[in-house]
């Protein structure tokens, strides 16, 4: 019996998120779009992640009309957005109220598909965007955040599977961000998984250390659904498998994915042409298409092996590197195991920075670790010991429920913050998210659109009164 494997096109988000911390601005897209929409694949993953702090922060974009842009251009394809939970797209827990809103807005702009994760693998932080998501009719997929550990056995996996399915997904993601899958490994645990749930499973893994392609094709073996893929310029390194090869490699077997090499092919010569242009401004570093085994050693997704390195340099410390590598997973133990993943993975990398510099552990704390010790960010997978909970957040009341249950509905309060700015029902959103950020993007837009330059803006408030 044939199994016709599904496509997830990744080159519009995660891969040039990977490659070139996700400054492909719309312009670069928008020539394109008209043939990728017509090869047929699962779907485009366009939007969420990284890419709504970077259209306002870095490319003066507004994420809204990027989002219903490439939505106008791609009649024929599901677009598909990655969605951090209770964080939505920002580094805190948002109030439900928040969060129902975002996932209507972004259903109503042209979301399919909202792939829904949580650092923590707590299906607490989850349960309200999959309702929202299904109330809207859009595609609930909920991702498990891969990692390895003493605690991270399939039972884990698929324990947490199952309970994903009862929450009412649609289908499930092995959200393999750090490149830690091998490839019997990965058949091993998409077996385990798919025996034990009857939706379906898609595989998402990075070629950082280089499996990634060897994983997809045992995953697709062992019976997985869909795959993550990246157009080749844009594979590889950090980022993903490359497309044309895996359907290459499916071609004429019972997994075919039906997708044309030929069509492909001529997609792949536009973003040819990209990549050399990014190379040659410099967004693109060859470094980054590099394999690098390191992700299976110390077990550190590839963004923060960057940014160690970077808050090391600031201190004078790059020499320390190795020292922090080793400390990061003594953190990790320490703070109940969780996932290295957005926030997390900045969490417990800047604290294995902090004791490593510092001649001495947890001498000085973040707030964030802080909160991760106290519950804020949610359950973690192994209990954090009493004593060292004690000994990090004092007499601090550790948090046992869902976060969010503490927080008040915020919309109308945000709404009333960034009055004077709003030009669309989104705007409230990108506020919410990125206030100061939001804000400076709003004030350039009014400066563009009324020809005002910064000496007048204050006159610009009687355009738009509170």
Same mark, same amino acid.
């Given at each position: 019996?044939?199994?016709?494997?599904?496509?997830?096109?990744?080159?519009?988000?995660?891969?040039?998120?990977?490659?070139?911390?996700?400054?492909?601005?719309?312009?670069?897209?928008?020539?394109?779009?008209?043939?990728?929409?017509?090869?047929?694949?699962?779907?485009?993953?366009?939007?969420?992640?990284?890419?709504?702090?970077?259209?306002?922060?870095?490319?003066?974009?507004?994420?809204?009309?990027?989002?219903?842009?490439?939505?106008?251009?791609?009649?024929?394809?599901?677009?598909?957005?990655?969605?951090?939970?209770?964080?939505?797209?920002?580094?805190?827990?948002?109030?439900?109220?928040? #969060?129902?809103?975002?996932?209507?807005?972004?259903?109503?702009?042209?979301?399919?598909?909202?792939?829904?994760?949580?650092?923590?693998?707590?299906?607490?932080?989850?349960? /309200?965007?999959?309702?929202?998501?299904? $109330?809207? *009719?859009?595609?609930?997929?909920?991702?498990?955040?891969?990692?390895?550990?003493?605690?991270?056995?399939?039972? %884990?996996?698929?324990? %947490?599977?199952?309970?994903?399915?009862?929450?009412?997904?649609?289908?499930?993601?092995?959200?393999?961000?750090?490149? #830690?899958?091998?490839?019997?490994?990965?058949?091993?645990?998409?077996?385990?998984?798919?025996?034990?749930?009857?939706?379906?499973?898609?595989?998402?893994?990075?070629?950082?250390? *280089?499996?990634?392609?060897?994983?997809?094709?045992?995953?697709?073996?062992?019976?997985?659904?869909?795959?993550?893929?990246?157009?080749?310029?844009? @594979?590889?390194?950090?980022?993903?498998?490359?497309?044309?090869?895996?359907?290459?490699?499916? $071609? *004429?077997?019972? %997994?075919?994915?039906?997708?044309?090499?030929?069509?492909?092919?001529?997609?792949?010569?536009?973003?040819?042409? #990209?990549?050399?242009?990014?190379?040659?401004?410099?967004?693109?570093?060859?470094?980054?298409?590099?394999?690098?085994?390191? @992700?299976?050693?110390?077990?550190?997704?590839?963004?923060?092996?960057?940014?160690?390195?970077?808050?090391?340099?600031?201190?004078?410390?790059?020499?320390?590197?190795?020292?922090?590598?080793?400390?990061?997973?003594?953190?990790? $133990?320490?703070?109940?195991?969780?996932?290295?993943?957005?926030?997390?993975?900045?969490?417990?990398?800047?604290?294995?920075?902090?004791?490593?510099?510092?001649?001495?552990? %947890?001498?000085?704390?973040?707030?964030?670790?802080?909160?991760?010790?106290?519950? $804020?960010?949610?359950?973690?997978?192994?209990? /954090?010991?009493?004593?060292?909970?004690?000994?990090?957040?004092?007499?601090?009341?550790?948090?046992?429920?869902?976060?969010?249950?503490?927080?008040?509905?915020?919309?109308?309060?945000?709404?009333?913050?960034?009055?004077?700015?709003?030009?669309?029902?989104?705007?409230?959103?990108?506020?919410?998210?990125?206030?100061?950020? @939001?804000?400076?993007?709003?004030?350039?837009?009014?400066?563009?659109?009324? *020809?005002?330059?910064?000496?007048?803006?204050?006159?610009?408030?009687?355009?738009?009164?509170?």
């Amino acid at each position: 019996m044939s199994k016709k494997i599904l496509i997830t096109e990744t080159v519009l988000r995660d891969a040039h998120q990977s490659l070139l911390a996700t400054r492909m601005p719309l312009s670069d897209m928008v020539p394109i779009l008209d043939k990728m929409d017509k090869i047929g694949f699962y779907s485009l993953e366009c939007w969420g992640g990284a890419t709504f702090d970077s259209c306002l922060r870095f490319l003066n974009e507004d994420p809204w009309e990027r989002l219903r842009t490439i939505r106008k251009m791609c009649p024929n394809t599901k677009l598909q957005m990655l969605f951090r939970g209770q964080n939505m797209l920002g580094y805190r827990h948002y109030a439900d109220d928040v #969060l129902e809103y975002f996932v209507q807005r972004s259903v109503a702009n042209g979301i399919d598909i909202i792939r829904i994760f949580d650092a923590l693998n707590d299906i607490k932080n989850l349960e /309200v965007a999959i309702k929202a998501a299904k $109330k809207e *009719g859009a595609h609930a997929q909920v991702a498990i955040s891969y990692t390895t550990g003493p605690v991270f056995t399939h039972e %884990y996996y698929v324990n %947490y599977a199952k309970t994903i399915e009862n929450a009412g997904a649609d289908s499930i993601c092995i959200k393999d961000m750090a490149a #830690l899958l091998t490839p019997y490994e990965t058949e091993a645990l998409v077996k385990a998984i798919k025996a034990a749930v009857k939706i379906p499973v898609q595989i998402h893994t990075h070629y950082t250390s *280089g499996l990634a392609s060897m994983c997809l094709l045992k995953g697709i073996e062992a019976g997985a659904d869909m795959i993550d893929t990246a157009m080749s310029p844009l @594979a590889l390194g950090t980022s993903h498998a490359p497309t044309e090869s895996m359907v290459a490699a499916l $071609k *004429g077997t019972e %997994y075919d994915t039906g997708l044309d090499l030929v069509a492909l092919s001529e997609i792949r010569e536009y973003f040819m042409t #990209l990549r050399e242009k990014y190379i040659k401004e410099g967004l693109l570093d060859p470094k980054m298409l590099a394999t690098d085994a390191k @992700a299976l050693i110390y077990q550190v997704p590839g963004g923060m092996l960057s940014n160690l390195l970077s808050q090391l340099k600031q201190a004078g410390k790059a020499d320390q590197l190795t020292e922090v590598l080793e400390e990061v997973p003594r953190v990790r $133990k320490d703070s109940g195991y969780p996932p290295l993943v957005t926030p997390t993975s900045q969490i417990v990398g800047t604290q294995a920075v902090f004791n490593v510099i510092t001649g001495e552990r %947890y001498k000085m704390c973040t707030n964030e670790f802080k909160g991760l010790v106290a519950g $804020k960010y949610g359950t973690t997978p192994v209990p /954090v010991d009493p004593e060292f909970q004690k000994k990090i957040i004092g007499n601090e009341e550790p948090i046992t429920c869902r976060p969010a249950d503490l927080l008040e509905p915020e919309l109308e309060t945000l709404r009333k913050e960034c009055a004077e700015w709003v030009e669309q029902e989104e705007d409230v959103l990108s506020y919410a998210q990125f206030p100061k950020v @939001a804000k400076d993007f709003f004030e350039k837009r009014r400066n563009e659109k009324y *020809g005002i330059d910064g000496k007048h803006a204050d006159a610009a408030a009687n355009v738009h009164p509170v």
